[in-house]
């Protein structure tokens, strides 16, 4: 492995934009694999020498070692910088708690409104020309069913709302525009949670049909003031 690290995880999800962010923010240099489920998990079951068990991703891969989840890339990526860019990951560990629940909610949702969509499941199929995807459909519902499986334990109700009502108080109590005094990790791991409500407009990672089991419309009504607010932080 080259002395350059090897981020792997899946464009879309919320948990490997906040490990982009926090390196980026930090000016860590890596590079990137996109992971398929089901595809990729063999490779990536490889590099990591976990044959039993659970894998997933953002996966930070290093000369010395792997780094495993979000919060532990945002903690590398802070270390690194070497100064406080990403605030106290002490105090911030809080609200990153809070972005996991929230978070969990709206996967078993989002896993699950793809579950009932045929087209999201076709796009799930990145082999195939859009026209014969469908021949893969079967494939593509056993690992959407796999997911839900293996986090809808995790998912408790109403914690993606109780989230976003956390981080609008958050907001209304500091005054700065953050979560906390300025910027920092706070506003990434809490900034998330929008990507449930309604999908960033930046590059088109997601195809029409999985944006759609992606956004929520009575939380993108109930909480414009913090898509608005998202969408300012970069």
Same mark, same amino acid.
């Given at each position: 492995?080259?002395?350059?690290?090897?981020?792997?995880?899946?464009?879309?999800?919320?948990?490997?934009?906040?490990?982009?962010?926090?390196?980026?923010?930090?000016?860590?240099?890596?590079?990137?694999?996109?992971?398929?489920?089901?595809?990729?998990e063999?490779?990536l079951?490889?590099?990591?020498?976990?044959?039993?068990e659970?894998?997933?991703?953002?996966?930070?891969?290093?000369?010395?070692?792997?780094?495993?989840?979000?919060?532990?890339?945002?903690?590398?990526?802070?270390?690194?910088? $070497?100064?406080?860019? !990403? $605030?106290?990951?002490?105090?911030?560990?809080?609200w990153?708690?809070i972005?996991? !629940?929230?978070?969990?909610?709206?996967?078993?949702?989002?896993? &699950?409104?793809? !579950?009932?969509?045929?087209?999201?499941?076709?796009? #799930?199929?990145?082999? !195939?020309p859009?026209?014969?995807?469908?021949?893969?459909?079967?494939?593509?519902r056993?690992?959407?069913?796999?997911?839900?499986?293996?986090?809808?334990?995790?998912?408790?109700?109403?914690?993606? &709302?109780?989230?976003?009502?956390?981080?609008?108080?958050?907001? =209304?109590?500091?005054?700065?525009?953050?979560?906390?005094? &300025?910027f920092?990790?706070?506003?990434?791991?809490? #900034?998330?949670?929008?990507? =449930?409500?309604?999908? #960033?407009? $930046?590059?088109?990672?997601?195809?029409?049909?999985?944006?759609?089991?992606?956004?929520?419309?009575?939380?993108?009504?109930?909480?414009?003031?913090?898509?608005?607010?998202?969408? #300012?932080?970069?």
């Open positions: 492995m080259s002395d350059v690290a090897l981020l792997v995880g899946e464009a879309f999800s919320p948990w490997t934009i906040k490990a982009r962010w926090a390196l980026d923010h930090c000016g860590v240099d890596y590079l990137y694999r996109e992971y398929t489920p089901g595809l990729s063999p490779w079951r490889w590099k990591l020498n976990r044959w039993r659970p894998v997933s991703v953002p996966v930070l891969l290093t000369r010395r070692q792997a780094v495993l989840g979000s919060w532990a890339i945002a903690q590398y990526a802070a270390q690194r910088a $070497g100064d406080a860019r !990403l $605030g106290d990951m002490t105090d911030i560990q809080t990153d708690n972005s996991e !629940l929230g978070l969990a909610a709206a996967r078993t949702r989002v896993v &699950r409104a793809v !579950l009932a969509d045929d087209r999201a499941l076709d796009e #799930s199929v990145p082999l !195939l859009s026209g014969a995807r469908f021949l893969l459909r079967p494939v593509a056993r690992v959407a069913q796999r997911l839900d499986r293996k986090y809808a334990h995790l998912a408790w109700p109403h914690a993606h &709302r109780d989230a976003l009502v956390s981080l609008r108080a958050a907001l =209304a109590r500091a005054r700065s525009g953050y979560v906390l005094d &300025r920092s990790y706070a506003d990434i791991t809490m #900034s998330v949670l929008l990507e =449930a409500v309604a999908p #960033s407009s $930046g590059p088109q990672v997601l195809g029409p049909a999985h944006r759609a089991c992606w956004r929520n419309a009575e939380l993108a009504t109930e909480f414009a003031d913090l898509l608005a607010w998202r969408d #300012s932080l970069r």
